[in-house]
């Protein structure tokens, strides 16, 4: 299971090149994709949390104990995503930009962290669990790579050295993974704590990240918002539904 952990996190680092991808598309085209790949994020993420970690969590942990590191893991990402959010929004002037840019690798590691210690609770409780995970947090990964490189490139870093930095950021999926996988032989039910964690993790973004930013998009696009949404919830829904006992 450890080789299918890490090809997984690796793949997920891998992400980091969807910036320089998608930006080289001409604007109004990269903004209808990422528009409908937020859509359908915050279903995929919704939907792996209620329908695949949470149900998985609560078979070997009780209840109590699952909501409480649901909890645990939105505010964990809270507490991330305030930190960076708070530099940004302090320090809106061009001189100060690569110092942000710093601060928000770090963030974006330290989350990176988080989604290969999620991707590792997934595959040790099942391969298709595993995969349905990784397949979420790319989802949520495309949309966050352009964001970080465009941060990056506008601070003044290079085309090369935004996509080392970004990839880099992300590679620090495996350390979480790693970490979490050899921790988990001397914890008992380990994988179990890591899911219920990963959920609220989940939530989180798609809640407080994706939603409000499909929000902006104005309401003349709210059915391609709520037909991109209820695909990531389709998508996810099948492979809970469908994946070998």
Do not use: C
Not at 140 to 148: A, L, M, N, R, V
């Amino acid at each position: 299971m450890l080789l299918e952990i890490v090809l997984a996190t690796v793949f997920v680092s891998l992400l980091s090149f969807s910036g320089i991808i998608l930006l080289s598309l001409q604007k109004k085209t990269q903004d209808a994709l990422v528009f409908i790949i937020l859509g359908f994020a915050t279903g995929s993420l919704l939907a792996a949390a209620f329908f695949d970690l949470l149900p998985e969590a609560i078979t070997g942990l009780p209840s109590g104990s699952v909501f409480a590191f649901t909890l645990a893991g939105i505010m964990v990402f809270f507490i991330l995503e305030s930190m960076v959010h708070w530099h940004h929004e302090h320090h809106d002037h061009k001189e100060h930009e690569k110092p942000v840019a710093y601060l928000v690798l770090i963030g974006d590691g330290i989350h990176n962290f988080f989604d290969g210690v999620a991707i590792a609770a997934g595959f040790l409780v099942s391969l298709p669990l595993g995969l349905a995970t990784t397949f979420a947090i790319m989802m949520h990964e495309i949309p966050q790579e352009i964001s970080d490189f465009t941060l990056l490139t506008y601070a003044g870093f290079s085309t090369k050295k935004a996509l080392i930095a970004n990839l880099l950021s992300g590679l620090t999926s495996v350390l979480g993974a790693l970490f979490f996988f050899y921790l988990s032989g001397y914890v008992q039910n380990l994988q179990f704590y890591g899911l219920a964690f990963a959920a609220g993790g989940f939530i989180y973004i798609a809640a407080s990240d994706l939603i409000p930013e499909l929000h902006k998009q104005g309401k003349m696009r709210v059915w391609v918002q709520l037909a991109a949404i209820l695909a990531g919830i389709a998508v996810m829904w099948l492979l809970a539904n469908n994946a070998p006992a």
